[in-house]
């Protein structure tokens, strides 16, 4: 019993804590410019972090370590740096995205400007971060975050899609001069759903709840059925847009305008449901960021870690998580629209991923760590194929932000 | 496997052959996204007064399309790819009144807001068609 409880609530944590300020940010402007014509980035991006999740979960299960302290101990600590470094430009970037996403949330519910209400958005996440024990920060947020599900209402209320717009699945419609816009969405799709600090984050959280080899079963569901529920709402946000916003001209270029679409389907109760699901979902994402970071860099350094520690257990762990929140806040009052950012975080995320990927494919073909539940042949392709799509992503990225002026 | 080869450098070539742009310039983009925005503005006015969102929804997201919009008449004349100074001046015309509504939309019911709503959609016609 107490088995299936966990596998449930495991499923509803993923479902929850999929989608954050960038995926939120990349499927509605996806959907309002290009209709259903990046659902197929979005669909691959499912399937490679769905991947790299169960590897990530059998690997802590098996090895009784995280990916972090691995990369340290197989790589050496100069290696080490390399992703540490690339994790923390990318990351703070989108750790200011998310607190800005928390704070535009709380801006649509109450009419007070967003500037005003980031800093007490910063200050939840710390509350939260510094006092939480990790089961409320993985359950939490991801249990409000079920009402992501209510985009797909939304759509059923609209009617459902056109067959005219159901044509773009396939046949995507890219205008002339939007095809740096459009191979710009491409990389930011990928960028923000495979998030290396969710890598880590899971991992370090395999460790907080004590996984084992009979917690496998567990991760597999999980990961599977988890992110697949969890990439439904991504999918419904880029229908919503599609739907509503593409054909009123709007490019979907601020958190409240995706909104718009939940209202047209269910008024004004739809667009608090759009807000309550970007609070949880940028409050759980930011925890995810901040957590997954000082896990990193604690865990690299051979420091105590542990969320479950009384913070003087973990004094340096726990300095790590205030100086990457205060360099966070201080991104986000230069005043930059949150969006933008969640924009620029994903692209450079984009860049990095091939960094913080690589190791993986050593590690998971290691039978000191993993014994007999190394990667087989299949999941070894499906490594080097995400790794393949992350250089390209990478070589890519830069130059068609700079083309398509930031989406 | 000749074809998949060729595929990287055959997409190169369609692209030249066809003329077909990469990107637009500085120019089509700025008013396409200020079309965008304008229309953005109009559709939040418009729920607003029809009950779909709350004044607190609709006053927030008007911040945001407010720094959006700001200081796009200093850019427009200098942006590479404008057209003629008729034409900029144009919508500069349109755009004055719109982000005047965005600036201080009605949100109550005792103001002209469909005056607004108007204004909006003329600037993000124009500003559409404009940036093509």
Known sequence: MKKWLSITLGIVTATGGFLDAGTIATSGESGARFGLGLIWACLIATVAIILLVEMMGRFSAISKKTYAEAIRENFGFKFYLLPLLSEVIAESILLAAEIGGIAIALSLMTGISWRILFPPAAFLVFAMAWRAPFDWIENAPALLGLVTLSFIVGIIALGGPSHQLLSTLWKPEVKQGELADYLYLVAATLGATISPYLLYFYSSGAREEHWTSNSLLLNRVTAIVGMSFGSLGSIALIFLGAMVLQPLNMQGSSLGELGLSMAKALGPFGALLFAVALFATCLGAALEVVLGVSYNIAQGFGWEWGEDKKPVEAARFNLVLIIFLLVAVAIGLMGIDPLQLALAGSTVIALFLPISLFPFLVLMNDPQYLRDKTNGRFSNIAIICILLIAFVVAFVSIPLEILSGGG | ?132
């Open chain 2, 1 to 132: 496997m000749l074809r998949k080869r060729c595929a990287g450098p055959l997409l190169l070539v369609l692209l030249t052959v066809t003329g077909c742009q990469l990107t637009q310039s500085a120019f089509s983009r700025t008013v396409g996204n200020a079309g965008a925005v304008f229309s953005a503005a109009s559709t939040t006015l418009s729920y607003a007064h029809e009950g779909k969102i709350t004044s607190a929804y609709a006053q927030a997201s008007f911040v945001n399309y407010q720094s959006e919009l700001d200081g796009l008449d200093q850019q427009l004349p200098s942006q590479q790819g404008a057209p003629d100074k008729r034409t900029v001046q144009h919508l500069l015309d349109l755009y004055r009144p719109a982000i005047q509504a965005v600036i201080q939309p009605c949100l109550e019911e005792s103001c002209h807001w469909q005056a607004q709503v108007a204004a909006l959609n003329r600037a993000s016609q124009a500003f559409l068609m404009a940036g093509g």
